[in-house]
């Protein structure tokens, strides 16, 4: 496995791994509507709690910007055009997603793994850093949320992280830029951060998404799951 920089990838987290059963991954066909992925993940966190399996979503959106718990639709929007808006009860402010960005939602039982909110987002990062370093792509960590590339002057953000948790079960996640079209950054502030850029996996290697989603799964199947 390639390293990357001093604040990058140096190893998947095992704090959030657990001995269970194979942690199933389903990917939605298509471009899945936001509010629909909304729901199915709701009906999972239920399930969750009602002592059902985890499970980890994968998909794909048709072009939406959502909008987190500390978001602010009068600054951070500006000109949404004929893209809709969603307010969305995860953490962080205002993203873009569509055909291109793997979205990935893990429904998960914390209490099962520490029942520590911070530990489990840097683990959500480690695990976009290792997809990154498994193409050659120097992925980093600042103090600010998601996954970056590029120095601090020139610092741009590969990855969005915005969760939500309901009686310690997981809920949202990340979002990957992989092709996806990154013009509709434009129309907003991303994450709030007016000073920082948005890039994209394709910018630095020639990937698919279908090849980043293979990675993806193992990453993930690695990270959150240790059979018993």
Not at 27 to 40: I, K, M, N, Q
Not at 211 to 228: G, H, I
């Amino acid at each position: 496995m390639q390293r990357v920089a001093e604040t990058g990838y140096k190893g998947f987290n095992r704090f959030m791994q657990v001995k269970s059963d194979f942690i199933p991954i389903e990917r939605w066909a298509g471009l899945t509507p936001y509010p629909e992925a909304v729901r199915l993940m709701e009906a999972a966190v239920a399930d969750v709690l009602a002592g059902g399996t985890e499970r980890i979503f994968i998909c794909e959106h048709p072009p939406v910007f959502t909008v987190g718990s500390s978001g602010d639709t009068k600054t951070d929007i500006l000109d949404a055009g004929d893209i809709p808006v969603v307010e969305t009860g995860r953490g962080g402010k205002i993203t873009a997603h569509g055909p291109g960005q793997l979205v990935v939602y893990p429904i998960l039982d914390l209490s099962r793994r520490g029942k520590d909110l911070r530990a489990y987002v840097r683990t959500l990062q480690e695990s976009v850093l290792e997809v990154l370093a498994d193409f050659g792509i120097d992925g980093r960590l600042t103090d600010d949320v998601g996954v970056w590339v590029g120095d601090d002057a020139s610092s741009q953000k590969i990855a969005a992280v915005g969760v939500r948790v309901r009686r310690w079960v997981s809920y949202h996640g990340f979002a990957l830029n992989v092709t996806n079209d990154l013009d509709v950054y434009k129309r907003i502030i991303p994450c709030g951060l007016a000073d920082k850029g948005v890039t994209r996996m394709a910018d630095f290697s020639n990937v698919s998404v279908g090849d980043v989603e293979a990675v993806l799964r193992r990453v993930l199947s690695q990270t959150f799951s240790l059979e018993s």
